[in-house]
Structure formats: structure tokens, C-alpha cells
């Protein structure tokens, strides 16, 4: 039988994501800084969270796509959060605008888990190449 402590711990494959997440948002905010910069952080734990936590997955016995698969959804929930806090409230919303923010909130959430699962991948071949030689 599982103890509660088993029952309640997180995977290992969403410890890396989580992992993975919270490393890039302070690297985003740093590209940001750079001059001509247009990156955001929910675009960064996308792509950067998302390398991080294939590279972490690597060292930790769990498939580095899986991970920034999770990384990416994170990612594109932090999008989708922000533009609900930050923009959503000053704007005028006519049944039309809200079903495109729907529709377009909905296709941030689905299409982000893809650029996690690839740049997951490129994190965790990057990581087993620099730990092989």
C-alpha cells in the first residue's frame, strides 16, 4: 500500500518542468534588458523554460520532450495570465472580442506545449552531448 506522502508528491517529469519554469523567468527578464528586445516572459518559458527543463530532465532519468512539453503548457498559461491582468481589464469587450480572445487564449494554450516538446528536446540533446565528452 502507498504512504500519503507518495500520494501527494509531484512527479519527477513536473518537478523538472516547474524546475525548468522558474530558472527562465529570471533569464527572460534579462534578454529583455537588451537593447531591440521584444521577449516576454510567457515567450520565454516557452523556449528557454522549456531547454532548461530538457536538460535538467537528462540528468534526472526522465524524457527531456515530456518535460518541455509541461514547461511549454506553463509557458503558455504565464502568457495567457498576463494578458488577462495586465491588458484584458483596460479593454472594451464586444461579444465578438471576447470569443476572438477565447478562441486566441485557447490556441496560445494548445500551440505552446509544441514549441516546449521541440525545445525540450534540443535542451535534453544539448545536455547529453556536453555530458558525454
Do not use: H, Y
Not at 534578454?31 to 540528468?59: F, H, K, Q
Not at 514547461?71 to 495586465?86: K, N, S
Request: net charge positive; proline share 5%; aromatic share 6%.
Amino acid at each position: 500500500m502507498a504512504s500519503t506522502s507518495d500520494a501527494r508528491s509531484v512527479p519527477q517529469v513536473w518537478r523538472t518542468a516547474i524546475l525548468g519554469t522558474a530558472a527562465s523567468v529570471p533569464a527572460t527578464v534579462v534578454l529583455n534588458r537588451l537593447p531591440d528586445s521584444e521577449a516576454t516572459v510567457g515567450g520565454g518559458v516557452m523556449i528557454l523554460g522549456a531547454m532548461i527543463a530538457g536538460a535538467l530532465a537528462v540528468s534526472r532519468s526522465v524524457d527531456p520532450s515530456a518535460a518541455g512539453l509541461r514547461a511549454g503548457f506553463l509557458g503558455g498559461v504565464v502568457a495567457t495570465l498576463r494578458f488577462a491582468v495586465t491588458k484584458a481589464p483596460a479593454a472594451t469587450w464586444s461579444p465578438s472580442r471576447l470569443a476572438f480572445f477565447g478562441l486566441a487564449g485557447g490556441a496560445v494554450l494548445c500551440l505552446s506545449p509544441v514549441f516546449g516538446v521541440v525545445s525540450g528536446w534540443v535542451g535534453g540533446r544539448v545536455a547529453s552531448i556536453l555530458t558525454a565528452e
